[in-house]
């Protein structure tokens, strides 16, 4: 009963309103009388569950009253809330077809009507809804409309939709929304072509820069491999992980590997262990193995990593160093990244923290979290 109670908020918004104009008493006597005969119609079919009837009446008061249009959007937030989608669409269709409201207000009553669609599972009516707002130019649905391409995979529609209403796609998560598509077309098509046009976009994508530069490597294309991981790796340092050993193979083809470390040498400030140790991996190709291993043991000493470890192992068991300060070397990296981890772990919902707390501040269990186990456990 609370949407019923609800409703009569906008009644005594106009009561007030009516009221307080002195000047325009009768007319404003006249309306007031108007809505709320319309009101009680509209209850009265409500509280004989013919609800339809209910809200049709209810919505008609708009014509009179158009104040009240974010009462009704916010009734039918409420259904959808609630799970009631028949009627937060019944109540989004009847404001889409008043004559009297603001054009804007149409454009966010459409699109809260794909969105009750979207979570009806009527996939149809909100793409040809959000299609309607998409040609109008309303950038809010175009996040909606991304992800119902995504969820359908009709990648293509969502190319065309970006090449006929390009300037809509402003931000960073769109352009890397169509650029996946573009891939995924590209994919289905064998056509580099549409990776070409993914790497013009407003803000550069991570995944057409990879899949090119995979399509050169296949090639055996190791120059144009190269050109398109390179451009991947300064401008997505944390992806380089992702292509550096196929990278480094490329270079190996041309005879250039002093190349290859240079470029590795580029991604040092902001890189992973996996750089690092190629890093390494160049000083040791060129006999500077203790080099090598004061630099491992001093960036792992300042970050902590499970394959920086394995790494300076190796290093060590190939240079003749006492093993008493190999010994104390490694008791030192492993203290410190143990106490990296959290020691104590939710066994409920798997919260993990520092401090033990006796009520998981997660899932609010009792008695749950408790000093973890595993690898770096206790
Ligand atoms: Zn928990």
């Known amino acids: 009963m609370i949407e019923l109670l609800f409703l009569l908020l906008p009644v005594a918004a106009a009561y007030g309103y009516v009221m307080g104009k002195n000047s325009a008493k009768n007319l404003a006597h006249e309306q ?29 008061l708009l014509e009179v009253s158009a104040d009240s249009v974010e009462h009704y959007l916010t009734l039918a937030t409420l259904f959808r809330k609630r799970g009631e989608l028949d009627r937060a669409i019944k109540i989004h269709e009847l404001l889409i077809e008043q004559p009297n409201l603001d054009i804007e207000l149409v454009k966010s009553c459409r699109l809260e009507l794909a969105k009750d669609y979207i979570m009806a599972g009527l996939l149809d009516g909100a793409e040809s809804n959000l299609v309607v707002l998409v040609k109008a130019g309303f950038e809010d649905a175009l996040e909606p409309m991304i992800q119902l391409y995504s969820q359908t995979r009709d990648w293509q529609k969502g190319v065309n939709m970006y090449e006929a209403y390009s300037e809509l796609f402003s931000d960073k998560a769109s352009c890397a929304a169509i650029a996946n598509f573009y891939c995924e077309v590209a994919l289905e098509s064998s056509d580099t072509q549409y990776l070409e046009r993914a790497t013009k976009l407003n803000h550069q994508a991570i995944r057409p820069l990879y899949e090119l530069g995979l399509d050169a490597h296949e090639r055996q294309d190791n120059v144009k491999a190269i050109y398109y991981w390179r451009k991947l790796t300064s401008e ?91 010994l104390e070397e490694i008791d030192h990296l492993v203290t410190s990244y143990i106490s990296t981890k959290p020691d104590y772990q939710c066994n409920k919902c798997g919260f993990t923290s520092h401090k033990l707390y006796w009520l998981c501040p997660s899932c609010k269990t009792w008695e749950s979290v408790v000093p973890s186990r595993g690898l770096d456990g206790y």
């Open 236 to 326: 997505f340092p944390q992806i380089a992980p992702l292509v550096v050993h196929d990278l480094q193979s490329c270079y190996a083809s041309l005879n250039i590997s002093d190349d290859f470390y240079g470029l590795i040498e580029e991604l040092l400030p902001n890189a992973g262990v996996t750089i690092k140790i190629k890093h390494c991996q160049g000083l040791v190709e060129s006999g500077r193995v203790a080099e090598a291993i004061e630099f491992l043991t001093d960036s792992l000493k300042r970050e902590p990593s499970i394959r920086g470890f394995s790494y300076l192992l190796q290093l060590l068991s190939t240079k003749n160093v006492k093993i008493q300060d190999v």
């Open 32 to 60: 007031n009388r108007k809505i709320t005969s319309e009101y009680s119609k509209g209850l009265k079919f409500l509280l004989d569950r013919e609800e339809d009837q209910g809200l049709e009446h209810l919505i008609k």
